[in-house]
């Protein structure tokens, strides 16, 4: 009892690194912690990009209590992650394989999200060409890095790939090995060799294929969606 409520006072004050490890400890708790959890996800604003927010929600997604499904249900119908876009895809889902933590199907439809993006000829050839990708919307690319971000305590998506990159002077073979795409001078197999959950390093996921050369991922990283505003 203690626990809990000192628990409770941590994660609405703490900061957010601190609030992910109260989400894990709240949810040992059993059905204490879990109400603690509850009020605090409904209180917390949904446009904050909270990390523990995606993190309680995505531990009472796989929680199949009725209480729990009504709550999300009620609470967060459409997950916790607002799903704009200005081309009018959904985004929904892709929120879901995320939010189940199956991250290897979440990458495969990530690639597909991205065709859809650049239009049906990409839709056709099943991949997208580096010139498509200066016309994606802002919108649907920070809401895409967002979905992985929130589900991921903040480890993956473009935008954290790109700050590695940029760490490392912007050096493509840098970046490969930080993110183990590439160990010496061999390349990650796919899809057997890469790691498909939270143990992996920062920014290994969602994958881009390099078979046909740097510049698509040298042009999401160059895209107006990493600019602050
Ligand atoms: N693959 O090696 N990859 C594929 C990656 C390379 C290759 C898909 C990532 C190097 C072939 C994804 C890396 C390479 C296919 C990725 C990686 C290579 C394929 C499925 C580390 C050989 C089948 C989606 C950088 C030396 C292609 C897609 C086909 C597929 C991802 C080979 C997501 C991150 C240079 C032969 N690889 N890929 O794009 O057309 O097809 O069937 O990067």
Redesign the pocket.
Known sequence: MKNTSGLKHQIYSEPEKKQLESVSQLLKEGETGLDVLMDWMVSVDKESSNLALGKAYQALYANKAPQVENFLQHNFPDGIVPLKSDRGIDYSPLQKLLAQSDFQSA?VMT?QKLCELAGTAAVERN?VYFTEIESFPVADLRTLDKLWLMYSEGKFGFSIQRKIWLSVGKDFAKL?SKIN??SGNT????PKEFTWDTSAPEGHLP?????RGVRTIDAIFAHPAWKKD
């Not at 390349?187 to 796919?190: D, E, G």
């Not at 994958?207 to 078979?211: E, G, I």
């Open positions: 990458d690639l991949w490969w795409w590439k390349w990650t197999r796919y994958l881009s294929n390099q078979l």
